[in-house]
């Protein structure tokens, strides 16, 4: 009976060993993997640092390159407008006119350009061996500004234009006075008035337009005076009215004036007297 309670004893002992070392196992290997998280957060989070550390200086590089390129644009911007500053004012301080052409028998002959002392085209002349037939004359910005034909060695025909480069104005002239019928013109080269010149002065015919193209007023001028029949037309071009101007007294009514409707019916007819009301009839 000793001996066997000595074996059961024994035995409990050695079972019981074997529970305390496998807890003991378990609760080892639970540190072990409390360890082995532990070592991988600390890991992942000093590469997750790293990482960031890299690219805080890759992006800190690219900033300073970035930096660099633009200071160096900049310099050399600075560097390019300073030449050409300096280019601008040699040129501005250096005399650069100049006539361009050829001769043909000792004349000139063909189209000459003459330039300003800044460099511009200022103007072309056409010759045939040294008689000018044609000048052409350009303003600051290289428009053309006027045109003359020339005739016999006179000046003749006129040509102005305005700064978008159409026409603006055009006539003759004979010993430097205006001669003859000269047409002005509006920006879109649409005529708006001719007038008649004798040596200089106003004398003849003068005639005025619409922006539509259709004729506004005609009549002769005598100097700036208004002289003989004058008539007007509606925008549409039906006949608005008619009268005449002394020839004594400037611009003074003188006889029946007479005004239609548009139907071509009589609206009205005033008489006049060297500029002095009469009477008027109403149709």
């Keep these: 009976m000793k001996k066997r309670f000595i074996i059961f004893t024994t035995l409990a002992l050695f079972v019981g060993c074997a529970k305390n070392n496998k807890d003991s196992d378990i609760k080892n290997n639970n540190v072990k993997n409390e360890n082995l998280a532990k070592e991988e957060v600390f890991e992942a989070k000093r590469l997750a640092e790293e990482k960031a550390a890299e690219a805080k200086r890759l992006a800190e590089e690219k900033a300073a390159e970035a930096k660099r390129l633009a200071e160096e644009k900049a310099a050399e911007a600075k560097r390019l407008a300073k030449e050409k500053a300096a280019e601008e004012e040699r040129l501005a301080n250096q005399d650069q006119s100049r006539e361009e052409g050829e001769f043909k028998d000792g004349e000139k002959d063909g189209l000459w350009t003459i330039y300003n002392k800044e460099g511009r085209k200022e103007k072309e002349i056409t010759y045939d061996l040294g008689k000018e037939l044609k000048q052409v004359i350009y303003n600051d910005a290289g428009v053309k500004e006027k045109e003359i034909i020339f005739e016999e060695g006179e000046n003749e025909l006129h040509t102005l234009f305005n700064k978008n480069g159409t026409k603006a104005k055009e006539g003759k002239i004979v010993d430097g006075k205006e001669e003859g019928v000269w047409t002005t013109f509006d920006n879109q080269g649409q005529k708006t008035e001719e007038t008649t ?65 548009k139907n071509g019916k009589k609206l009205e007819e005033t008489v006049y007297t060297d500029g002095s009301f009469e009477s008027r009839k109403k149709y």
């Design 197 to 261: 010149f004798k040596e200089g002065k106003e004398d003849g015919l003068y005639s005025l337009w619409y922006e539509n193209g259709l004729k506004k007023a005609e009549g002769p001028n005598k100097g700036k005076c208004r002289v003989g029949i004058w008539t007007w037309w509606y925008e549409s071009g039906e006949k608005w009215k008619e009268g005449n101007y002394s020839e004594e007294n400037c611009s003074s009514r003188d006889g029946t004036w007479t005004v239609w409707r």
